[in-house]
C-alpha cells in the first residue's frame, strides 16, 4: 500500500485528493497544523479512514519528523494561506506559509528521502497581469497580490530543487477550480451561497466586486485527479490545469441566479470595499500539454460546477434554518 502525505489536507483539494487516494488504495497522511479551531468539516467522512498528524510548513523539524515517520513515496503539498485579499491584510505570514513554506519541504524531503515524488500547488494567479491569452507553461509570470508573488517563488524554488537535487518536483498550475466545498470568501461559492439565501428569503442583497473579471473555472475534483496523473509521471515536469474557457463574475451571477429563476441584476449590488488592490482582469488557461502528455481532461462544465454548488447551498441552508 502506497503512503502519499497531503498538507492542507482539510481544504477543498486534500479533501477530494484524499478520496480520490483512498479509492486508489493509498495509506492517506493528513498534515494539520495546531490550532484552537481546526476545521475538519471537510474531511470527516473520511476521517476514520486517514491518519491526521500534527506538522507545520513554519516549522522545519515538524516536517523532518513526519516524514522520517510515515516514509510516504508521494507528498502533496496543498497547504498555503491561500486567499488573495488576505494576502494584502498579511503579505509577510502569506510569504512565510506559501512561499518559504515550500522550500522548508523540499529540503525535508532533500535530507529523509530524494526518492519521495513532491507535487507543488502552483496557482494561474502567478500569470497575474497576463503577458499573453490563453496561459501555457511557457507564459511569463507577472503577479498582481503578495499571494501570487509567494506562489511564483514556490513555484521556482520546486524547478530549482528538480534540476539541482534530481528530486521528482513537480508543478501544477492550476486556474480557478470550485465546488461544494470552496470557502464563502471565495467568489464562486459567495454567489451561489448568496443566490441560495436569497431563494429561500434570507438575504435581500449580494454585495460583489469588479463583475468584469474573468476566470477560469473547473471542478476541483476533476483537477485533483490531475495532480496524481502528475505524480504517475516517468519525468517531472510543470503542467497547467484549466478549462480552457473563461466566464466573467457577471455570467456566474447570471448562471446562479437563473437557475434559481431569479434575476440577478435585482440583487447584486457593486461594493468599492471587495475590488482588489491590483485586479487580475483575465485568466484563462491552455492545457493542452496535460491532454496531450497526462491524458487529463476535464468532465465537469461551467454550468455543471454553479448548479452543484447551489444545489448544495440550498440544501445546507435548509438544514441550518429547519426549511
Known amino acids: 500500500m502506497p503512503t502519499a502525505l497531503i498538507t492542507g489536507i482539510t481544504g477543498q483539494d486534500g479533501s477530494y485528493l484524499a478520496e480520490f487516494l483512498l479509492e486508489k488504495g493509498y495509506h492517506v497522511v493528513g498534515m494539520v497544523r495546531r490550532t484552537s479551531t481546526v476545521n475538519f468539516d471537510r474531511i470527516k467522512h473520511i476521517q476514520d479512514k486517514i491518519t491526521l498528524v500534527p506538522g507545520d510548513l513554519l516549522d522545519q523539524m515538524s516536517l523532518v519528523d513526519l516524514l522520517q515517520e510515515y516514509r510516504p513515496q508521494e507528498v502533496y503539498n496543498l497547504a498555503a494561506q491561500s486567499f488573495v485579499p488576505t494576502s494584502w491584510k498579511q503579505p509577510v505570514f502569506t510569504g512565510e506559509v506559501t512561499a518559504l513554506g515550500v522550500t522548508r519541504m523540499l ?28 496561459q501555457n507553461e511557457h507564459t511569463p509570470f507577472y503577479p498582481r497580490s ?108 447570471e448562471v446562479a441566479f437563473g437557475y434559481l429563476d431569479l434575476d440577478w441584476r435585482e440583487y447584486v449590488v457593486q461594493d468599492p470595499r471587495f475590488y482588489r488592490p491590483a485586479e487580475v482582469d483575465l485568466l484563462v488557461g491552455d492545457a493542452s500539454k496535460a491532454r496531450r502528455v497526462l491524458g487529463w481532461e476535464p468532465q465537469v462544465s461551467f454550468e455543471e460546477l454553479v448548479k452543484m454548488m447551489v444545489d448544495a447551498d440550498l440544501a445546507l441552508l435548509r438544514r441550518e434554518n429547519g426549511l
Not at 107 to 134: H, L, N, T, W
Open 146 to 253: 503578495p499571494y501570487g508573488v509567494a506562489k511564483v517563488y514556490g513555484h521556482w524554488i520546486t524547478v530549482n530543487y528538480r534540476e539541482s537535487y534530481n528530486l521528482h518536483a513537480t508543478s501544477g498550475i492550476l486556474f480557478n477550480h470550485g465546488s461544494p466545498r470552496r470557502g464563502l470568501e471565495f467568489v464562486e461559492r459567495k454567489v451561489a451561497h448568496g443566490a441560495a439565501r436569497i431563494k429561500l428569503g434570507l438575504d435581500k442583497e449580494l454585495r460583489l466586486g469588479n463583475l468584469d473579471a474573468r476566470r477560469d473555472w473547473g471542478f476541483a475534483g476533476d483537477y485533483v485527479r490531475a495532480m496524481w496523473m502528475m505524480l504517475q509521471q516517468d519525468t517531472p515536469d510543470d503542467y497547467v490545469i484549466a478549462s480552457g474557457t473563461t466566464h466573467s463574475i457577471r455570467e456566474l451571477c
Open 107 to 134: 529540503e525535508a524531503i532533500r535530507i529523509v528521502d530524494p526518492k519521495i515524488r513532491f507535487y507543488q500547488a502552483s496557482s494561474s494567479e502567478m500569470f497575474g497581469k497576463v503577458r499573453e491569452v490563453p
